[in-house]
């Protein structure tokens, strides 16, 4: 699981250093900044460098944003989704506000966010990164994704559309009442389409990883939610009322329409030794 986390915080981490390089050679040329330039732009070649390092190091699968077969062929996938929906509304809050606070600290680290402007930005995405979390957990509780050409995101996903670009335009007039309207429009435009997007994906991946953290990647917990979620979503002919895992051997309780199928299916998953219906 921590392979396919690997990868989507590298991208991340690669952003963050492409920003804070194109800080920096802006800082150069339009500021005659050259101390600005010369502590962000090797921030940013490092940053950029190691996550190269981790892509290459990761899996290739996807953890935000799946098909569905993804969640039948990739239980990670299934693990992430049981994680969020099931993790206990504080742990699942306090994961979602620290997701917050990272991806603040990240564009802080690229050099576009003053000093004096951190901590308020600090709190206000802890506190929103704790409301999606626990919106998350609802939405997946429910069985519910947000989405978009066949991918399926968080539910959450559609407010973080809605509101970073919205909390992203009202801070520049906030914090620079005197700028041009026409240019904070031009902002605001060329911001709409992706920004909303890029932040959920970089707050959903921090949040999982975050979660895995608290409960452990193969602890009994995170093993029965994943199944209980696997179920779901890819066995159409189950209803699941009980799973019960240990140590290789997994417990069924529920209807099931194709019992021997689903058995002979889940006993193809590499880390489950026996499996069997109440």
């Known amino acids: ?52 390092k981790m892509r290459a190091r990761g899996s290739e699968q996807r953890i935000v944003g799946v098909q569905p077969e993804e969640i039948a062929n990739d239980f990670s996938v299934a693990k992430a989704i049981g994680l969020g929906a099931h993790a206990s509304p504080a742990a699942s809050a306090a994961a979602g506000a620290i997701a917050g606070a990272l991806v603040v ?13 951190l901590p308020l930005a600090l709190l206000i995405f802890a506190l929103f990164g704790a409301a999606l979390a626990l919106m998350k957990r609802k939405g997946l509780q429910d069985g519910r994704f947000y989405i978009k050409n ?53 707050w959903d991946v921090l949040h999982i990883t975050l979660l895995v953290l608290i409960y452990g990647e193969h602890a009994t917990k995170t093993v029965e939610w994943g199944l209980r979620e696997w179920l779901r979503h890819t066995r159409a002919d189950a209803r699941v009322y009980e799973v ?34 109440a």
């Open 244 to 277: 019960s895992y240990n140590d290789g051997d997994v417990l069924l309780k529920g209807e099931f329409d194709k019992p021997d199928e689903l058995l002979r299916d889940l006993r193809k998953l590499d880390f489950v030794r026996s499996a069997k219906i």
């Open 150 to 202: 066949g991918r399926r995101f968080g539910p959450q996903r559609r407010l973080s559309q809605i509101l970073i670009p919205v909390l992203t335009v009202s801070w520049l007039v906030l914090s620079a009442p005197e700028a041009d309207p026409v240019i904070l429009g031009l902002i605001a435009i060329g911001t709409l389409w992706w920004i909303g997007a890029a932040f959920d994906f970089a």
């Open 1 to 52: 699981m921590f392979a396919t986390l690997f990868r989507a915080l590298s991208t991340f981490i690669v952003v963050i250093g492409f920003l804070s390089g194109a800080t920096a050679v802006y800082a150069l040329i339009f500021g005659n900044n050259f101390v600005r330039f010369a502590i962000l732009f090797p921030i940013g070649l490092v940053l950029v460098v190691v996550g190269i």
């Open 105 to 117: 600290i990240g564009v802080n680290i690229a050099g576009m966010m003053t000093a004096r402007a």
